[in-house]
């Protein structure tokens, strides 16, 4: 999910950095009536605990969900992701039209901004994610992640990539769902990385579609979570903004067997993903860093 200091040559890296990108609201040095607004240290404390105990209630319910029949489960899955996410204080907005082919094999591609993403993606598009390992250890997420099949990944051990594929591939060949984020970390949200081609390879080999979504966020950089970025700094971020709304756009899937091989069909997608980013609202810290003026770039920025 968020990105670290690379410790291997081949690992993709993000310029975001939490001093940068994910400034809190109360503290950030935004112009007047531009950024973050916060919601008060009262109401997010009501929102982190709803939040969290809207988690906690679906991994209690969860053993027993699991008897019922595979639809009803899936949308009561969708129901708990579009609760746990209001709870937090998230407004969301879903565009697009519905994915296709219904109820057939998909892989969703998303650019990644936060651990917000996994459940704004599974109120719509629930299945089986694939996530850094470091995840399947942070306390209740973690948890809940198994859960839900995630496929954890090793960042770090490269030989361990083709398996990781197969995997992939097998679910999507059963009919499954599988949730990747091609960039490979999290990025401001202004800032995006390319698309590595490893995943798609899975939708290749299974003959399945895939399904760009974009994902946007107002204000951006209180949803970022990048970096070195602690998860509970993040949560609080989150939970102090006051309007902080997630855009989630759906874009025309791809078929597989239209490209001739896995990097046409990964540049194809971060195409689809990336297109009208002209339209976004709020500057990221780049656009922020670029346009002050001679005298203020002048002064030091934290690392």
Not at 194 to 200: G, L, Q, S, Y
Not at 217 to 246: C, E, H, M, N, Q
Not at 267 to 286: C, E, F, G, K, Y
Request: hydrophobic share 45%; proline share 10%.
């Amino acid at each position: 999910m968020n990105g670290t200091t690379a410790l291997s040559p081949w690992l993709p890296t993000a310029p975001c950095t939490p001093g940068h990108c994910a400034v809190h609201p109360e503290s950030a040095p935004w112009p007047s009536g531009a950024g973050p607004e916060p919601a008060g240290a009262f109401r997010a404390v009501i929102r982190l605990i709803a939040g969290l105990g809207t988690v906690l209630l679906g991994l209690l319910l969860a053993p027993p969900a699991g008897l019922l029949p595979a639809a009803i489960r899936l949308a009561l899955v969708r129901y708990w992701m579009r609760v746990v996410v209001r709870a937090f204080g998230v407004h969301v907005r879903y565009e697009g039209g519905v994915p296709a082919p219904a109820g057939g094999p998909l892989l969703v591609v998303a650019n990644h901004v936060s651990w917000l993403d996994i459940p704004l993606i599974a109120a719509v598009l629930p299945g089986r994610t694939v996530a850094k390992s470091e995840v399947r250890r942070w306390p209740v997420l973690g948890t809940l992640a198994a859960l839900g099949g995630t496929v954890f990944i090793d960042r770090e051990g490269i030989m361990a990539l083709p398996g990781t594929v197969r995997t992939m591939a097998g679910a999507l060949a059963g009919g499954g769902r599988v949730v990747v984020f091609p960039e490979g970390s999290t990025w401001c949200g202004r800032e995006r990385g390319r698309f590595r081609p490893a995943a798609f390879q899975a939708a290749l080999d299974a003959g399945c579609a895939v399904q760009p979504v974009r994902l946007d966020y107002r204000p951006t950089d209180a949803a970022a979570y990048v970096g070195a970025d602690p998860l509970g700094s993040s949560l609080w971020r989150v939970v102090s903004t006051r309007r902080l709304t997630a855009v989630v756009r759906l874009r025309e899937p791809l078929p597989g067997a239209r490209y001739p091989d896995r990097r046409a069909l990964a540049a194809a997608a971060q195409r689809a993903v990336a297109s009208d980013s002209a339209n976004l609202p709020s500057l990221s810290v780049h656009q922020r860093s670029r346009s002050r003026s001679a005298s203020a770039s002048s002064a030091r920025t934290p690392a």
